[in-house]
């Protein structure tokens, strides 16, 4: 039951790393863009 119980915790907190990095990486995308010229964000 130990096991079942870690693997559950490990896959939250994967869970909430993952939507948080999603989340920040939305954030500083779209803010950059609308800061900055999308030239510096996204050089070519």
Same mark, same amino acid.
């Given at each position: 039951?130990?096991?079942?119980?870690?693997?559950?915790?490990?896959?939250?907190? $994967? #869970?909430?790393?993952?939507? +948080?990095? *999603?989340?920040? !990486?939305?954030? $500083? #995308?779209?803010?950059?863009? +609308?800061? *900055?010229?999308? !030239?510096?964000? $996204?050089?070519?």
């Amino acid at each position: 039951m130990a096991d079942d119980s870690s693997v559950s915790l490990w896959w939250v907190l $994967l #869970f909430v790393l993952l939507t +948080l990095a *999603v989340a920040a !990486g939305a954030i $500083l #995308f779209i803010g950059g863009n +609308l800061v *900055v010229p999308p !030239g510096f964000v $996204l050089p070519v």
